[in-house]
């Protein structure tokens, strides 16, 4: 049996501009196995976010396929690739896309709410605690640093403990003792629970802590980096 959990081939996205058709990921692909941790390196507009988008099913490709966890997702509609994210994937976004009316707690407890967990209070609590904000846990995104709400977006992301955890600059708003610590925590979820991790960052150290390393270059893979 193979234990690959996420696989892409011969992903492009081709979006419309003013100018015209506009390639922003080129023919790429990837295969990811369980436990795997894969950084996702290259210069701002290189096309990041977009392949991150597309290997979570947030979004889907012009050409090519990405099978998650077995499910090729684009044989899927948007109903069934939002249960398929759920039950596996945890996402932390560029931009934290945290609920404004719901305080840090909630904003945690909501993926396991959705799956109608009982204990879903106390994981949330116990793991806010562990990003360090156990003082914090009733306040409003906007009452939270641009840091702190990053952590509550990375609580959020690992709390339902997903088979595949995306991150997109996860320390990109911390100082460097703070960005160690949440770099820690996804290492931890990686050993501990095998969850594959699939990180865009500007990092190096957190680059460097991953097995494999991507880079692009204008939508195009230039560096494929294994051990
Ligand atoms: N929907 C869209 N329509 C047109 N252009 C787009 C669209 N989405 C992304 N792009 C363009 O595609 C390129 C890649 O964008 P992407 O967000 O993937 O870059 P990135 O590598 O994540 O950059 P950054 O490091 O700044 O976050 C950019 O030049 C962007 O302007
Ligand atoms: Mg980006």
Known sequence: MSSSILTARNLSKVVASAEGELTILHD????????????????????????????????????????????????LDEDQ???????????????????????ALENVMLPLELEGHADARQRAHAL??????????????????????????????????????FADEPTGNLDSHTGERISDLLFELNRERGATLVLVTHDERLAHRCQRLIRLEGGHLVDHVEP
């Open 81 to 103: 690739r939002a249960r398929i994210r759920a039950e596996h994937v945890g996402f932390v976004f560029q931009s934290f896309q945290l609920l404004d009316s719901l305080n």
């Open 128 to 165: 806010l605690e562990r990003v360090g904000l156990g003082q914090r846990l009733t306040h409003y995104p906007r009452q939270l640093s641009g840091g702190e709400q990053q952590r509550v977006a990375i609580a959020r992301a690992f709390v339902a403990e997903p088979d595949v955890l």
């Open 28 to 75: 790429l692909s990837l295969a990811l196995n369980r436990g795997d941790s894969l950084a996702i390196v290259g210069s701002s507009g290189s096309g990041k976010s977009t392949l991150l988008g597309l290997l979570a099913g947030l979004d889907l490709p012009s050409n090519g396929t990405v099978a998650l966890a077995g499910h090729d997702l684009a044989a």
